[in-house]
């Protein structure tokens, strides 16, 4: 192998890239002595509203997707019990947040070239208690927005996008998270914008925003930094029962200036992803597939498909190798019928839907961060060669 991996540090997968900026931001903010939702929330959702071309009233910052995802349910008013269609290769949060908003998913396998829930897939699976549809667009890799808002339409459905991996990406030259009624973006550590926890929902009308807020904060009219601001004491009164899913000033700070720098880290993983693609090229790996036409492609995971077979190890022991070379890597992700919990609540069987599960079982993300340095691309790059090559 070209490198000696003793001397080497273990490369963190989906490390951040923290700048002296948010570093700064987060003093500030401290030193403020305000950290809950306050002044740089509202500022992180002007800013992230100029960036997605929506008005203000559009956006809701929250903690998490998860909570995003659940919240613009229940403000979508589905009524309890309808179905929702999603794909099953995805975060379990995505499926979770459907059964929190008591509703049933329903899931549509994927196309094996995009590794997007599959428009046909979805069409089989509408029954007349369909009443959403959740797209994931995977690893920043726009779904077939235009087919799938067809069938919205055609069905009159409403869809929510979980645009976790995908906060850059477009579909014919419009920004992921406004085709459907709402879109929920993710800001956790590992994500193209990061404030550690953190999400914001996207929506088409300014009375579900408003209604999702209201959810997010107890179902309190009023939210805090407008009880306890320098306006004076304001009394507030709970309209609904509702959750804890603010987003903190804390996390605000670092999203502010992660948000200034989207282009910069989108244009760093692009680099890096082309070097993988040349890098690769001759392996005997998947690799991603080529953007489509028309659109932009986040850059947020780059997986590679270890078949045992073709590449004389598998994905397992393909982890180990890496591992054992100081990389960390991610599995994105074992089909949700994988895991035991819906196995017992659905009786669902990952052979029901066939390509998510050989995908889940074949992929590895590799890093892919902003933060890495050319040396370290190459040194993923050389020690990928290092475990396929001579198996
Ligand atoms: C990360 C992720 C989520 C959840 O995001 P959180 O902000 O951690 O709640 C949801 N869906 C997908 C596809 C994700 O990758």
């Not at 960390?328 to 949700?336: M, Q, R």
Request: hydrophobic share 40%.
């Amino acid at each position: 192998m070209a490198h000696d991996s003793d001397s080497l540090p273990f490369l963190v997968f989906g490390a951040p890239h923290i700048g002296e900026a948010e570093i700064d931001e987060a003093l500030a903010c401290l030193r403020s002595g305000w950290l809950g939702t306050g002044p740089r929330v509202a500022q992180f959702e002007q800013d992230f509203a100029v960036f997605r071309g929506v008005k203000a009233t559009q956006v809701a910052a929250v903690n998490s997707c998860t909570a995003a995802l659940h919240v613009s349910m229940l403000a979508a008013g589905i009524e309890a019990g309808s179905e929702v269609i999603t794909t099953p290769l995805t975060f379990c949060a995505t499926v979770n947040a459907i059964l929190h908003a008591g509703l049933v998913p329903v899931l549509a396998d994927v196309d094996p070239q995009t590794q997007n829930i599959d428009p046909d897939a979805i069409e089989a699976a509408i029954t007349p208690r369909t009443r959403a549809i959740l797209p994931v667009h995977f690893a920043g890799r726009p779904c077939a927005m235009d087919r799938i808002m067809a069938l919205a339409r055609k069905h009159d459905l409403v869809v929510i996008e979980d645009c976790a991996h995908a906060v850059e990406a477009q579909f014919n030259g419009l920004p992921l998270g406004t085709f459907g009624d709402f879109g929920c973006f993710s800001f956790y550590v590992t994500k193209n914008v990061a404030t550690g926890e953190g999400g914001m929902i996207v929506g088409r009308s300014d009375e579900q925003i408003a209604r999702s807020k209201v959810l997010a904060l107890h179902g309190m009219s009023k939210d805090a930094w407008h009880r306890f601001g320098d306006q004076g004491y304001k009394h507030y009164q709970v309209v609904e029962c509702g959750f804890k899913y603010n987003m903190m000033d804390l996390q605000a700070a670092i999203g502010l200036h992660q948000l200034a720098r989207v282009e910069e880290s989108w244009l760093r993983r692009d680099a890096i992803w082309k070097r993988y693609d040349a890098g690769f090229a001759q392996l005997p790996i998947g690799l991603p597939s080529p953007a489509e036409a028309g659109t932009r492609h986040g850059r947020h995971l780059y997986t590679v498909m270890i078949d045992n077979d073709r590449c004389g190890i598998s994905r397992d022991g393909f982890l180990d190798a890496m591992n054992a070379a100081k990389i960390g890597t991610g599995v994105h992700y074992l089909s949700v019928p994988e895991h035991p919990y819906y196995q017992q609540r659905f009786g669902w069987r990952p052979e029901q839907w066939p390509h998510a599960m050989k995908l889940g079982r074949e992929t590895v993300s590799l890093p892919l961060s902003p933060a890495l340095s050319d040396a370290d691309v190459t040194r993923v790059i050389d020690t990928v060669h290092g475990i396929l090559v001579g198996k």
